[in-house]
Nanobody, 122 residues
Framework: QLVESGGGWVQAGGSLRLSCADSGRTFSGYAMGWFRQAPGREREYVASIGPSGSRLYYANSVKGRFTISRDNAKNTVYLQMNSLKPEDTAVYYC?????????????????WGQGTQVTVSS
C-alpha cells in the first residue's frame, strides 16, 4: 500500500515536499515513480528513482525544479518541488514497480497510491 502526503495550496514560485510511504512489500526492491494528472488530461510522468536511489530520471517539464529521493530505511520516497508554476497543478501519485528501466511509463507500474492534490496559484 502506498500513501501520499504533503500536497496543498501554494503560490507560484513556492515549494512543496511530497512524501509516499510504502508498506507491505520489500521497498528497497522496487523502483518508485511520481506521476500527476490534471483535470481532463492523461496521467503524466514526473520523476522516477531506482531501487538503490542511484538512478534518477525526470520529465523535461520539471527538470531543475523537482528532486526525487528515497529513504529505504523509512520505506518512503519524496518529491521536493521548487519554483512551482500554475501548470504544476494536478493530483500527484506515487507508484511502485519491479520491472523495466527508466520507469517513465504508466504501464510499467502495478501499485499506485491514492494521490494528493497540489494547487499552484498565480
Amino acid at each position: 500500500q502506498l500513501v501520499e502526503s504533503g500536497g496543498g495550496w501554494v503560490q507560484a514560485g513556492g515549494s512543496l515536499r511530497l512524501s509516499c510511504a510504502d508498506s507491505g512489500r520489500t521497498f528497497s526492491g522496487y523502483a518508485m515513480g511520481w506521476f500527476r494528472q490534471a483535470p481532463g488530461r492523461e496521467r503524466e510522468y514526473v520523476a522516477s528513482i531506482g531501487p538503490s536511489g542511484s538512478r534518477l530520471y525526470y520529465a523535461n517539464s520539471v527538470k531543475g525544479r523537482f528532486t526525487i529521493s528515497r529513504d529505504n530505511a523509512k520505506n518512503t520516497v519524496y518529491l521536493q518541488m521548487n519554483s512551482l508554476k500554475p501548470e504544476d497543478t494536478a493530483v500527484y501519485y506515487c507508484a511502485a514497480t519491479r520491472y523495466g528501466t527508466n520507469w517513465s511509463k504508466v504501464e510499467q507500474y502495478d501499485v499506485w497510491g491514492q494521490g494528493t492534490q497540489v494547487t499552484v496559484s498565480s
